[in-house]
């Protein structure tokens, strides 16, 4: 089979589906218009289209993907050349966030966990309007001092989800990517409710999710349970996880939101990170400051820190 990614391109103002073979962009629409004869499909254009019906297509882009990759090493499809700016790779229809799900991380918040079977995994969500790609710069607010970062892999769910097995989970995984957490350590507590936590206010202003570079179909990960994670500020290494050390497993974070609404294609999931946050060593971001975050087989994100000027 052959391996793949997709992505959204800038290209001069203009926003085009990519197809990733072998680390080049092809324009998807351009390459379907010149290697098939049949009106382009809605997913050679859009890359939130084609995971929205991820279930339908899937079997279509990973022929497509098959074709191109000749003609690509044939000579008959040139890859894009010259500048391109690469935008989060879809918009999701639901961001979801798991917590405290590595115990080392949990260590370093100072969060005491109940043991896993007396407990479940404990989840949060995250406004979609915070998505944001890589190479952008992240909004620092002056209403933050302690801003903080998360690389996590992103699953992303190909059909609809209600009442899953965890055993069954992967049949409804389309695939994933790599997000960055954005996290207002100080804006997640209240002081002025008898309501302790505002995990709202806290993740969900905008910018504060990059997404990307790609979005790879499952197929890519032999077993996304064996994904190295890690994250730099400035060049120096904060991360170093695998996910193999997740406490509740992608498979069983679906089984448990599957549990309380349906999963729709599209849906995020950010299963949890690793040790390595800056508020377990009182290091928070400030202007300037360039976070790169990767999960390996997927690809990596870097953003560059703005202070926002009122």
Not at 225 to 246: A, C, F, I, R, Y
Request: glycine share 8%.
């Amino acid at each position: 089979m052959t391996k793949y990614a997709l992505a959204t391109l800038d290209i001069q103002g203009a926003k085009i589906a990519a197809m990733v073979i072998n680390e080049k962009n092809y324009d998807l629409s351009a390459a379907y218009g010149q290697l098939e004869s049949q009106d382009k499909p809605l997913w050679a254009q859009c890359i939130t289209s084609a995971l929205s019906n991820w279930q339908d297509v899937v079997a279509d882009i990973s022929a497509f993907a098959a074709k191109l990759a000749q003609a690509a090493t044939s000579g008959d499809v040139q890859a894009i050349d010259g500048d391109v700016t690469t935008l989060a790779p879809f918009k999701p229809s639901t961001i979801f966030g798991t917590a405290s799900n590595y115990h080392e991380h949990a260590a370093e918040m100072n969060t005491i966990l109940a043991a896993k079977p007396d407990s479940s995994p404990y989840v949060f969500m995250k406004a979609t309007t915070s998505v944001t790609g890589t190479d952008s710069e992240v909004m620092l607010p002056p209403e933050t001092q302690k801003l903080d970062w998360e690389v996590e892999l992103g699953v992303v769910i190909g059909k609809a989800a209600r009442r899953v097995k965890k055993e069954d989970a992967l049949d409804y995984i389309a695939g994933y990517t790599v997000v960055n957490d954005i996290s207002a350590r100080d804006l997640n507590h209240r002081t002025d409710y008898p309501f302790k936590h505002d995990w709202f206010r806290g993740k969900s202003w905008d910018t504060f999710c990059p997404m990307g570079p790609v979005f790879v179909p499952k197929s890519n990960i032999e077993d996304p349970h064996k994904v190295v994670l890690g994250l730099s500020l400035n060049g120096k290494q904060m991360q170093d996880g695998n996910t193999s050390e997740l406490i509740w497993d992608a498979f069983e974070q679906i089984e448990y939101l599957s549990s309380i609404l349906t999963l729709q294609p599209g849906d995020v999931i950010m299963t949890g990170t690793p040790a390595g946050v800056g508020k377990g060593i009182g290091l928070f971001l400030k202007d300037g400051d360039v976070l790169t975050a990767w999960a390996e087989g997927v690809g990596s994100i870097t953003n560059t820190i703005k202070a926002e000027k009122l």
